[in-house]
């Protein structure tokens, strides 16, 4: 199975600040590499899909760099509704698997 | 706009067999290029991908999983299908059915079901 690390796995940051969150695989999967917004209690959202590409309807704030085994999610300037868990995914080969998450929270 | 639905008991016994059904709404089952999708998440933690299946018939499975899990798919319903089997309490988890979207990019997850809690004790 291909490992995803994340980190950090959880920040505090304050509204309009940048913050950028950073994904690592255990071996290239090239940019086949989403990120998935999640509040609590709620079901995943779809943020950036094959490293930087934008899912209809998501914020321009919101951007996604990287290829082979390094990747990065950065927020240009957080807002209030961006307070949530970020997970990572690739899909380069099944099994499909996750980062670890990582939680931003209000300074 | 696809919506998705899960159903089943919230609760099963340790050692039974635990069955979700999925429901799809606003977009047909058949659709090319999108796989059915389960993943769970336990409590407090990380996004686990269970299976994929496409609406043929073929099937994908976590190696870690794939002993106890089959998933199954009904076109004429517009419904696929989870079970696990030989629960414990470690299966404990929300459990999400979802549509993955496999292209030239890779496959991403874009609709996803609301989620269940399904929690094993007797």
């Known amino acids: 199975d291909i490992q995803m690390t994340q980190s950090p796995s959880s920040l505090s940051a304050s509204v309009g600040d940048r913050v950028t969150i950073t994904c690592r695989a255990s071996?290239?999967?090239?940019?086949?590499l989403n990120w998935y917004q999640q509040k609590a209690g709620k079901a995943p959202k779809l943020l950036i899909f094959?490293?930087?590409s934008l899912q209809t309807g998501v914020p321009s704030r919101f951007s996604g760099s990287g290829s082979g085994t390094d990747f990065t999610l950065t927020i240009s300037s957080l807002q209030p509704e961006d307070f949530a868990s970020y997970y990572c995914q690739q899909s380069y080969s099944t099994p499909w698997t996750f980062g670890q998450g990582t939680k931003v929270e209000i300074k | 706009q696809v919506q998705l639905q899960e159903s089943g008991p919230g609760l099963v016994k340790p050692s039974q067999t635990l069955s979700l059904t999925c429901t799809v709404s606003?977009?047909?089952?058949?659709?090319?290029?999108?796989?059915w999708t389960w993943i769970r998440q336990h409590p407090g933690k990380g996004l686990e991908w269970i299976a994929h299946i496409y609406y043929s018939g073929s099937t994908y499975y976590n190696p870690s999983l794939k002993s106890r899990v089959t998933i199954s798919v009904d076109t004429s319903k517009n419904q696929f299908s989870l079970k696990l089997s030989s629960v414990t309490a470690a299966d404990t988890a929300v459990y999400y059915c979802?549509?993955?979207?496999?292209?030239?990019?890779?496959?991403?997850?874009?609709?996803w079901g609301q989620g269940t809690l399904v929690t094993v004790s007797s």
């Open positions: 094959a490293a930087s």
């Open positions: 071996q290239s999967i090239s940019n086949y």
């Open positions: 979802a549509a993955a979207y496999y292209s030239d990019s890779g496959g991403y997850v874009d609709y």
């Open positions: 606003g977009g047909s089952i058949s659709s090319a290029g999108y796989y």
